[in-house]
Structures are given as structure tokens and as C-alpha cells.
């Protein structure tokens, strides 16, 4: 062990499933390192890490619409972690985890690292237009105002998000567990869609992980939900379209899909995204039948309806997160699991 300040891993409100999924597989790693390296890979301050359960902590919504937390045991000198997406309601759970970074810290945490699955206003990180807020900026001030020692998030709008920190970030993606899903031979004729020039690279990390060619697309946006197509670059003809991104939020991806069959592509689309928003036009996009499959991840804590949804598949970042929190534990190397775009 790295380290022998005991572990403690704690969830806010958004996404408790996923922090359960992570406790799961941390407390398997927990019992390998054990059986690699013997009792002695335990310091003895760290011997109650032996087995990991999900800390005990209390949010609660009051009536006036401020939010209350709470931690309900000792942090003293310890290696938090905090899990909290901040996806709808955005406001909420963002306060929600400044307020548990502020109380970690007044409780004497020795680190405290936020693991936000899903990064608030990752789309707002550069003045587009004059007097604009640069949003993503103002989120990583705040997180650093109140304390934070390490953040960890997945597959950002923009990696020059990172840069907006002065306390390491570990940028991990949801590419290979995405990816996994579209190894099988019905995807032999298949090729990986980037929705604009912005995600190319990240596409191409796609197609290279799949062994499939890469299609660009080049489009306009008008506003905030409107965008035009322009024209399709890369042989999309009789094939499969896998379009990838990071997000999924309204119907746009409805204009993407009839330009990718306008060039020529296979009417059956399939959409990987990370981060499902899943606003309800983008469900009413996927009643169409030209749209075969939705697969994302779950940095989101989907409603049942959608995980029942015949057309929606969520897969699980759980074990690649559960992996990086016991990597920084102890003090280990992360470069193999952390995204490189």
C-alpha cells in the first residue's frame, strides 16, 4: 500500500447504484491485494479497509429548497472519496457536492477527491460569443474554493477542461466498455460516425479499438438545440453507422442520423454515448425505426422506464472507477486507465 490513511468512499444523492456497483468491486480488490501481498500490504491504521462499505452520510431537501448534508461518522485523517454526478437537477447536485467537499473537510479528511461520473456545464468551456460565462471554469473554482484535492471524470465536451484546474484530474473515458458492446460479428460492416470535426479524435479512438473505419460529419449549430448538416466525410456507403458521443440530450441526433442515410449508410443506426441526458425529445427520436440501439453508460442514474427501454442498453463504468479509486489509494500508477485525447 501507497498510503496509510484509511479509505473511505462515500455517494451524494445522483447516482447511489453506481457508488454501490463500485463498493462491490472495491471491496474484490481489497481481498486481492490481500491475497497477493499478505496481511502485511495493510498498514494497521488501514485494517478496517479490509472490507469497503459505502460511508454513511445524510442529504436532506429542505422545504425552502436549500440542502442539508451530513457526515454520520469520523473522516479524520482519512481518503475520501465522493461520488456525484451532476446531471438534472444540475444546480442541486452540484451544491449538494460542494456542500460534502465543504463538510470533509471541516471534518479533517487528509484528501478529499470528487468523482463526478458526469462534469456540470462541460459544454460551456470557451466564450463562443462575447460576455459569455465560461461555465465549466467557474464549476472547477468552485470545487477548488472549497476545497478539493483531486477531481475524476469521464469523457468531458472538451479536454482543455482539465487545464482548468490547479489540483490533479484523472480524465477517464467510457471508450472500452462502450466500445466492448460492438465487438460481435453483426458489426463487421459497421463504421464509427464522429457527429463533428470537435469529436474526430475521440472517434478515431473508437475505430481504432474496433478495427472499423471512421466517418466524419461536418455541421452548423444555429442555437442551442439546432444544427444544420453540412456534408459527410469518409465512406459511410452500405454501411452500419455507430454514431459516439459524449453526450445524448435532445433530437438532434434524429438530423445527423438522415444525413448519415442521405450519404448512403445502412438505414439502422446505432448511437454510443456516455452520458445519456436523454431529454424527451431525444426519446421521441428513438421511437423512429431507422434507430436500432442506444447504448450508454451508466455515469447517469437512469429512471427504470429508460432501463426498460426495448431500444436502450446501460453499461457499467463501475469496474474501470472502482480500479482508479484503489490505484489513488494506493498510490499507484492510473496511465493506463486514464483517457489520452
Known amino acids: 500500500m501507497g498510503t496509510h490513511h484509511p479509505l473511505r468512499v462515500f455517494s451524494g444523492s445522483a447516482n447511489r447504484p453506481l457508488a454501490e456497483k463500485v463498493i ?11 491475497a497477493t501481498h499478505g496481511s502485511d500490504a495493510l498498514s494497521s491504521a488501514n485494517a478496517d479497509a479490509r472490507r469497503v462499505a459505502l460511508g454513511k452520510c445524510t442529504t436532506t431537501f429542505l422545504k425552502d429548497s436549500e440542502i442539508h ?3 454520520d461518522q ?40 470528487a468523482v463526478i461520473p458526469y462534469y456540470p456545464y462541460g459544454r460551456q468551456e470557451r466564450m463562443a460569443k462575447g460576455r459569455e460565462a465560461i461555465s ?4 472547477a473554482t468552485m470545487l477548488q474554493a472549497v476545497g478539493v484535492s483531486r477531481v475524476v471524470y469521464f469523457d468531458v465536451h472538451s479536454p482543455a477542461i482539465q487545464g482548468f484546474f490547479d489540483v490533479p484530474v484523472d480524465p477517464l473515458s ?52 439546432e444544427i444544420e448538416v453540412s456534408h459527410v ?8 453507422p455507430i454514431i459516439i458521443d459524449d453526450v445524448i440530450a435532445g433530437g438532434s441526433v434524429l438530423q445527423e442520423a438522415d444525413a448519415l442515410i442521405e450519404a448512403g449508410a445502412r438505414p439502422e ?18 421511437e423512429d425505426p431507422l434507430f436500432k440501439q442506444l447504448v450508454i453508460s451508466d455515469t447517469i442514474c437512469q429512471p427504470e422506464a429508460i432501463c426498460n427501454h426495448p431500444k436502450v442498453t446501460v453499461v457499467s463504468v463501475a469496474k474501470l472507477l472502482a480500479q482508479v479509486i ?13 483517457e489520452k485525447t
Open 136 to 139: 465549466a471554469k467557474v464549476v
Open 269 to 286: 443506426v446505432y448511437l454510443a454515448i456516455t452520458h445519456g441526458v436523454l431529454l424527451p425529445t431525444a426519446l421521441a427520436s428513438l
Open 69 to 71: 448534508v451530513i457526515i
Open 326 to 338: 484503489w490505484r489513488i489509494h494506493a498510490g499507484e500508477s492510473i496511465s493506463n486507465l486514464i
Open 174 to 225: 467510457a471508450l472500452p466498455v462502450l466500445a466492448e458492446h460492438f465487438k460481435r460479428p453483426e458489426f463487421r460492416d459497421a463504421a464509427i460516425v464522429s457527429p463533428d470535426v470537435g469529436r474526430a479524435k475521440f472517434a478515431g479512438k473508437y475505430a481504432e479499438n474496433l478495427g472499423l473505419p471512421l466517418v466524419v460529419m461536418h455541421k452548423r449549430r444555429e442555437g442551442f438545440s
Open 233 to 240: 466525410v469518409g465512406d459511410i456507403v452500405g454501411k452500419i
Open 24 to 34: 462491490d468491486i472495491l471491496d474484490s480488490l481489497v481481498g486481492d491485494d490481500l
Open 74 to 113: 469520523v473522516v479524520r485523517d482519512q481518503d475520501v472519496f465522493i461520488i456525484q454526478p451532476c446531471s438534472a437537477p444540475v444546480n442541486d447536485n452540484l451544491m449538494e457536492l460542494m456542500l460534502y467537499i465543504d463538510a470533509f473537510r471541516r471534518a479533517s479528511a487528509h484528501e478529499i477527491t
